[in-house]
C-alpha cells in the first residue's frame, strides 16, 4: 500500500469519526427520546389492557346469555313439573320467604309469604322462668293452612307463597285505639301462568294496639272452577309444638287442649297422657292451653266437625319442648260466589278477668273448680275478686296472701268457735263417758254402751257431731283455696322471703339424689306447713280425746296425711303452702283465744242444768234409730 492510499483511508477514519461525533444526540435529546419511547409503550399497555377487558367482558356476556339460556330451560322445565304438581296453583309454588311484623302494645306477630300464617308470636309484658322471651308459637314446627282438592289434587295453601298487602311494610307497630289490616293472599293462575288476581284465598288480620286478641277472616274469592265442585268445606289444619315457660310443669293445670261447643260446655283433653277427640258437633273455640297461658281460635258463627289431638314426640329436638297439639276442623264454603270466615285469634295470659271480659267462657280454661260447682263459686265471687282488689294496692303478694288468709279466717270465725264449743262440750262429758265404758266393758254390750251415750249427750244438750258440721263447712274453702294457689298468673314469678317465685317451690337445698314420691329439693314451705299441720293434728286430738278414743284409726289416719302431703307439696306452688301454713298459724292463736275465752267450769254447771230439764220428745230421726238398733239386737 503507497503513502496516498494511506492517507486516504486515514482521512475516511477521521470524516466518520467526526461525523459520529457530530451526529450523536445531547443529553437533553436523549432523555426527550427516553421519554417518547415510554410514552409509546404506556400507551400500547393500555390499549393490551383494554382489549384484554373487552375481550373478557365478551367472554362473560357470552356465559351469561349461555347460562340464561340454560336457566330458562330448567324453568320452564321446573314450572312443567309445578303446573302437572299444582295446576293453576303453580306460579305460586316459586318465591323466597320473607317475614312481616305486626306489634302492638301487647304482642309481637310473625306472619310468613310462606303459607301466609302465623310463625311466632311473643308476649312483651311476660318472661320465660329463665328471663327468656315468651314465645307462645315455634316457628319451626307452627302450622296453619286450608286443605283441598283442586282438578284431582290435594292443594295445601302452605305450600304457597302468598302476596301481601301492598301498603303493609316488613316491621309495623300499632298502639292504643288504633288499629291496622293487613292481608295476604294466594292468587291462582291461568293456563298459560299468567297470575289471576280475581282469584284468590286471602287471610286478613285485623290487629288493635291494646289486646290480646285479634280477628282474623278467610276469604274465598272466584274459586269456582278451581277449588273440586262436589265440595262444600274446606279443611283448615292447625298445630303447634308448645313450649315450656316455667321451672315446673304443675300436674293440676297442665298443658292440653280445651275446645267450647257451640253454645254448650267447655271440654278439654287430658294433661298427662296422649288423647284426641273425633268432634261431631260444632265448636265455639279451640285453644292450645298451657299453664299461665293460651293460644285460641274463635270462631264467630262455629267450626263444623273435625279432630282434635294432643301428644308427646319421642324426639322433640327441643330442650324447651313441651307438648304437640292439632286441631282439624271444616270450614263450610260457597263455590258460587264469595265465602268470608271471620274469626279470631287470642295470643295472651289466662288471667280470669281478662279472659272473662270476652264473654267466651275461655276463664273456663283456668281451673279453680269447675267440677263442683261450691268450690268455683266461692273462687269465682270471693276469691278471685278479693284477691284482685288487695294486689291492686301494689303489695308483694306474700303480704297479700296473709291479708287475704286472715280476711278468710275472719269470716270462718264463728264456725271455728262453735267446733271448739262443741269439743269442750265433750271435754266435760268425757269423765261420764269413761264411767259408761267401765260399767259396759263387754263386746255384747256395745249397743246398750252406745244407747247410754247418746242419752247422756241428749240431757247434756251435747252433740258429737257438732264439731264435724263446722269442719265440713270449711272443707270447701280449703280445697278452693288448693285450685286458686296454682291457677293464679298473679302469682307468677313473684318472690317473697327465700321464694323466688309463688306460682313454683321454693328450694332451700338441692339433694344430690332423688326421693320417690318426694324429690330432689328441700322446700320450706312445705316443711312449716307440715309440722304446723301435725302440731294442730296433736292439739285437735287432745280437745276430742273423747272422739278419738272412739275412733283409734281416724286419730292415725289424721298423723299420716300429713306426711303424705309432704310429698305432694314439695314440688307444688309455694304459695299454697304458704297459705296453709298461715291458716295453722292463725288456727292456733284462735284456739288459745277460745281456751281462755270458754270456762269449761260454767260450761259444766250449764251441762248439769240440762239434765234436770224435762226429757225433749224423739224426733223421728232419733226413733228410727232406736228402731234400727233393737232389730239389731234381734
Known amino acids: 500500500m503507497n503513502k496516498n492510499s494511506i492517507i486516504g483511508f486515514i482521512l475516511i477514519a477521521g470524516i466518520m469519526i467526526g461525523y459520529t461525533y457530530w451526529m450523536s444526540p445531547s443529553e437533553d435529546e436523549i432523555a426527550r427520546q427516553q421519554f417518547v419511547a415510554d410514552s409509546i409503550a404506556r400507551v400500547n399497555q393500555q390499549k393490551a389492557a383494554e382489549l384484554a377487558k373487552v375481550t373478557k367482558e365478551l367472554e362473560e356476556a357470552q356465559q351469561v346469555e349461555e347460562s340464561v339460556s340454560l336457566v330458562t330451560e330448567t324453568q320452564s322445565e321446573n314450572f312443567d313439573e309445578l303446573k302437572n304438581k299444582y295446576d293453576l296453583f303453580a306460579n305460586s309454588a316459586i318465591g323466597d320467604e320473607q317475614l312481616y311484623v305486626i306489634e302492638n302494645d301487647l304482642i309481637k306477630l310473625e306472619i310468613s309469604n310462606k303459607g301466609g300464617g302465623i310463625k311466632t308470636v311473643e308476649l312483651k309484658d311476660y318472661q320465660t322462668f329463665d328471663s327468656l322471651p315468651v314465645i307462645l308459637l315455634n316457628p319451626e314446627t307452627s302450622k296453619f293452612g286450608l286443605s283441598f282438592f283442586s282438578n284431582n289434587r290435594i292443594i295445601n295453601t302452605e305450600d304457597f307463597y302468598f302476596t301481601p298487602s301492598e301498603n303493609i311494610s316488613s316491621h309495623t307497630t300499632v298502639s292504643g285505639s288504633n288499629s291496622i289490616s293487613f292481608s295476604m293472599r294466594l292468587y291462582t293462575g291461568t293456563e298459560e301462568g299468567i297470575v289471576n288476581t280475581n282469584s284468590y284465598i286471602e287471610y286478613l288480620y285485623t290487629v288493635s294496639g291494646d289486646n290480646y286478641m285479634f280477628d282474623f277472616t278467610i276469604n274465598i274469592v272466584g274459586m269456582d272452577g278451581v277449588i273440586s265442585s262436589n265440595s262444600s268445606f274446606v279443611d283448615l289444619n292447625w298445630a303447634a309444638d308448645v313450649r315450656q315457660q316455667e321451672k315446673t310443669i304443675d300436674q293440676f293445670n297442665g298443658s292440653t287442649i280445651y275446645y267450647k261447643y257451640y253454645q254448650d260446655e267447655v271440654d278439654y283433653l287430658s294433661e298427662t297422657d296422649d288423647d284426641e277427640e273425633q268432634i261431631s258437633t260444632k265448636l265455639k273455640w279451640v285453644s292450645f292451653k298451657q299453664r299461665f297461658f293460651s293460644s285460641s281460635l274463635i270462631a264467630k258463627t262455629s267450626f263444623e266437625s273435625g279432630k282434635i289431638k294432643v301428644f308427646e314426640k319421642e324426639n322433640p329436638g327441643s330442650d324447651r319442648y313441651l307438648k304437640s297439639m292439632e286441631a282439624d276442623f271444616e270450614l263450610p264454603i260457597n263455590l258460587k260466589g264469595s265465602t268470608s270466615i271471620p274469626l279470631s285469634f287470642y295470643f295472651g295470659p ?81 269423765p261420764e263417758i269413761d264411767e259408761l265404758s267401765k260399767k259396759f266393758p263387754k263386746k255384747e254390750d256395745a249397743m ?187
Not at 391 to 420: C, D, H, Q, R, S
Not at 536 to 563: L, R
Not at 583 to 590: E, K, L, P, S, Y
Not at 598 to 619: F, G, Q, W, Y
Open 350 to 430: 289466662n288471667k280470669f278477668y281478662t279472659l272473662k271480659a270476652y264473654d267466651l267462657d275461655l276463664e273456663r280454661q283456668i281451673p279453680i273448680g269447675w267440677g263442683f260447682f261450691l268450690l268455683a263459686w266461692i273462687n269465682e265471687f270471693i276469691v278471685i275478686p278479693t284477691f284482685d282488689w288487695l294486689g291492686g294496692y301494689g303489695w308483694n303478694y306474700g303480704i297479700v296472701i296473709l291479708v287475704l288468709t286472715l280476711m278468710l279466717k275472719t269470716l270462718l270465725f264463728p264456725i271455728a268457735y262453735k267446733t271448739y264449743y262443741s269439743s269442750a262440750k265433750m271435754r266435760v262429758l268425757k
Open 448 to 634: 246398750k254402751k252406745q244407747q247410754a251415750v247418746m242419752s247422756l249427750y241428749k240431757k247434756a244438750g251435747a252433740n258429737p257431731a257438732a264439731g264435724c258440721v263446722p269442719m265440713l263447712l270449711q272443707m270447701p274453702i280449703l280445697f278452693a283455696m288448693f285450685r286458686f294457689f296454682p291457677a293464679s298468673i298473679e302469682l307468677r314469678q313473684q318472690p317473697f322471703l327465700w321464694a323466688h317465685d309463688l306460682s313454683s317451690y321454693d328450694s332451700i337445698a338441692t339433694l344430690p339424689f332423688n326421693i320417690p314420691y318426694y324429690g330432689d329439693h328441700v322446700s320450706l314451705f312445705t316443711l312449716l306447713m307440715t309440722v304446723s299441720t301435725i302440731l294442730y293434728t296433736y292439739m285437735n286430738n287432745q280437745m276430742m280425746s273423747g272422739q278419738t278414743q272412739q275412733m283409734p284409726g281416724m286419730k292415725t289416719m289424721m298423723y299420716i296425711m300429713p306426711v303424705m302431703f309432704l310429698g305432694i307439696f314439695n314440688g307444688y306452688a309455694s304459695g299454697l303452702s304458704y297459705y296453709y301454713f298461715l291458716a295453722n298459724v292463725i288456727t292456733f292463736g284462735q284456739m288459745f283465744v277460745f281456751r281462755y275465752a270458754i270456762n269449761e267450769d260454767k260450761l259444766r254447771a250449764k251441762i248439769e242444768l240440762n239434765k234436770k230439764k224435762p226429757a225433749k220428745k224423739k224426733s223421728a230421726f232419733q226413733k228410727r234409730l232406736e228402731e234400727a238398733a233393737k232389730q239389731k239386737r234381734k
